[in-house]
């Protein structure tokens, strides 16, 4: 059982560089996400998708777009990367965003220098 | 902006111990509640999930909701080294026309054999 795969699993950018994270879930939920966890500020979201075809912003959208390519995929793209961008990405799923459990792949790491 | 808080820890109990980590939220209404356990370098896995004021077991695992003291608590009995973890607060909460999950930024758990 895959779950929730993400990939890249790490990455370095150089400042200004470009780059989309990959997200795929195999549960056939509806709701995705992005999050971002740095130390000392906990997990933060950046966007979300409640079903295909509609996006959201969350608490840290700036410097951010992402695609909801169909019900399974949910890309996160770094436009112009910044040194401020250096964090662990988690994407995740839920069936709905309704108060549901949030499943939650591996992690990305990315450092932009 | 709605708050989960937690205490950051370190909480460092002896093994065979209960360990007693705590959760406020500031979201009156909030419905549902979940506790993630989260490895260093892993992402978060859910270990309890909430919605009704009073106890929930799981085998070592109680959770413990008070929705009018706005308070969630994870009691782990017989505590294991293998249980040294960060452990991970999260209530659903609505802003505007959507709900998210909002985490806390966790409570370091070690057990000391």
């Known amino acids: 059982n895959a779950g929730v795969t993400q990939t890249p699993k790490f990455q370095v950018l150089k400042t200004g560089q470009s780059m989309t994270l990959q997200c795929a879930q195999d549960m056939n939920h509806n709701s995705m996400y992005w999050y971002r966890q740095d130390p000392g500020m906990g997990l933060r979201l950046i966007y979300y998708s409640a079903s295909e075809g509609t996006t959201d912003k969350g608490e840290v959208p700036n410097g951010y777009n992402v695609s909801r390519l169909n019900k399974r995929e949910f890309s996160l793209r770094l436009e112009s990367a910044a040194p401020s961008q250096t964090s662990v990405y988690f994407c995740?799923?839920?069936?709905?965003?309704?108060?549901?459990?949030?499943?939650f792949g591996e992690g990305s790491w990315l450092t932009v220098v | 902006q709605k708050e989960v808080e937690q205490n950051s820890g370190p909480l460092s109990v002896p093994e065979g111990a209960i360990a007693s980590l705590n959760c406020t939220y500031s979201?009156?209404?909030?419905?549902?509640f979940f506790w993630y356990r989260q490895y260093s370098g892993k992402s978060p896995e859910l270990i309890m999930s909430i919605y009704s004021n009073g106890d929930k077991e799981d085998g070592r695992f109680t959770a413990q909701l008070n929705k009018a003291s706005q308070y969630v608590s994870l009691l782990i009995r017989d505590s294991q080294p293998s249980d040294s973890a960060t452990y991970l607060c999260a209530v659903f909460s609505y802003g505007g026309s959507q709900g998210n999950l909002i985490f806390g930024k966790g409570t370091k758990l070690s057990v000391k054999p």
């Open positions: 979201d009156r209404v909030s419905q549902s």
């Open positions: 995740a799923s839920s069936y709905s965003e309704e108060g549901n459990t949030i499943y």
